[in-house]
């Protein structure tokens, strides 16, 4: 597969498009963290949310109009966007506008598929008068230069461009997984195999979409109008329009490496679906390590979010076993922590009470652990309160019975299961 890009992306090139973030979706394999909120409002890295990545991306890029397209659960997410990204110039143009479903085509109807959500809102897409548009998902955390892509989009030359990623075969389940020609011209596009294909000579990798694609404004409004005139459609940009895409031969692949924001050497390109509690948990902990893969320290592309104005962190009292201690850890502002954490994320406004033990452990905002707790390997959802004495993640019975226990033995614990404890 050629990475050859022929032109550096023109600065004038990202004013030309407009970024359609598809936040709408429930995450379901998330189990808990989405019951009160959509998967992109989830808290990631312990002050944003997961949605912040996408729109970072955008405002690193060049790329100023944004449209989020929201359904499920969509009041936090659009609380946050609404807080944290108002920022923006509307007299230069530039803007965040909150898209919900409003049944615009068909009263009976909400978004039936990420397309469809495209295609209910394509009278506001095309007010904006943009020449390309940029389709992203809003629930994967990354960093990427989406002005190169769109170069990289205008050098092929194809009608549509879909931004890709190797990913271990077991993981490609979830993801839509598509074979590309030696020019990048993608020659097969499968959504969600029970059996995905493989890379030639690469058994156990498969090339994955990252839902992020790329489309001249008048060709998308085009393909939409007719998607939306099949009645045997899904109206899915995976399930449908890429399909076919590929089959008419017009589609093509853009590599992440080819665009991707501080990749260290030696190391593919960070690019994480943390669909699952698993991966959720895994992404947040690997955080914590001295050097992660994931850098949020990289003032040159930095994440923009929302946050409450609140003190700096405190550990207090340091006499005998009763010091307030963290090690390898990130403590977000507003925690007080007079217990022990290790290996550990808190989200602002934590408190972790004297004598208590905290390791390997993802605490969201406004948690309590209570005195003399014992947490392990665990993801708290915000305002949980932890009981004294309460031992978590040691006995994967009991966590079983009380609690969510993931399959690699992560416990979720949230306000609703401590409150229907005996």
Not at 51 to 72: E, H, K, M, P
Request: proline share 5%.
């Amino acid at each position: 597969m050629s990475l050859h890009m022929t032109q550096v992306p023109s600065m004038d090139l990202p004013r030309k498009a407009v970024a359609l973030v598809l936040a709408g979706g429930r995450g379901k394999r998330l189990m808990h963290l989405t019951d009160r909120r959509a998967k992109p409002a989830v808290y990631f890295g312990g002050k944003f949310r997961i949605v912040d990545f996408a729109l970072s991306n955008c405002l690193n890029s060049g790329i100023r109009r944004i449209g989020v397209i929201t359904q499920y659960k969509s009041h936090s997410l659009m609380r946050h966007i609404q807080r944290g990204w108002a920022f923006l110039n509307a007299e230069m143009n530039e803007f965040v506008d909150v898209l919900p479903a409003q049944q615009r085509v068909d009263e009976d109807l909400w978004y039936r598929g990420t397309a469809d959500a495209v295609f209910q809102n394509q009278d506001i897409v095309a007010s904006y008068r943009a020449e390309y548009v940029l389709i992203l998902a809003g629930d994967h955390v990354y960093k990427m230069n989406y002005a190169q892509m769109l170069a990289d989009h205008i050098a092929l030359g194809a009608e549509c461009t879909i931004g890709c990623v190797e990913v271990a075969r077991s993981e490609a389940h979830a993801l839509g997984v598509m074979a590309v020609d030696e020019s990048r011209r993608v020659i097969d596009f499968v959504e969600k195999p029970a059996d995905p294909p493989t890379i030639p000579g690469k058994p156990d990798r498969c090339l994955a979409s990252m839902g992020i694609y790329i489309f001249k404004a008048a060709f998308l409004f085009r393909e939409l109008e007719r998607e939306m005139a099949d009645p045997s459609s899904s109206h899915d940009f995976g399930k449908d329009v890429i399909p076919r895409l590929v089959k008419m031969g017009v589609a093509a692949a853009h590599p992440l490496e080819m665009s991707c924001v501080g990749q260290r050497e030696g190391f593919e390109p960070y690019w994480r679906d943390v669909g699952t509690v698993d991966a959720y948990w895994d992404a947040n902990i690997d955080l914590t390590a001295t050097d992660p893969l994931f850098d949020l320290y990289d003032t040159q592309w930095p994440i923009w979010t929302h946050q409450q104005q609140l003190p700096p962190a405190k550990f207090v009292h340091n006499y005998g076993n009763r010091q307030g201690m963290a090690l390898e850890s990130l403590v977000s502002s507003g925690c007080i922590v007079s217990g022990h954490i290790e290996r550990t994320m808190l989200f602002w406004g934590v408190r972790v009470h004297s004598f208590s033990n905290v390791t390997s452990s993802v605490i969201l905002p406004n948690v309590q652990i209570g005195r003399g707790a014992r947490v392990h390997k665990a993801v708290v959802d915000r305002g949980a309160q932890i009981p004294d004495g309460m031992v978590i993640g040691e006995d994967p019975i009991a966590d079983g019975e009380r609690f969510y226990r993931a399959p690699s033995g992560v416990t979720l614990v949230t306000r609703e299961m401590l409150r229907a404890l005996p």
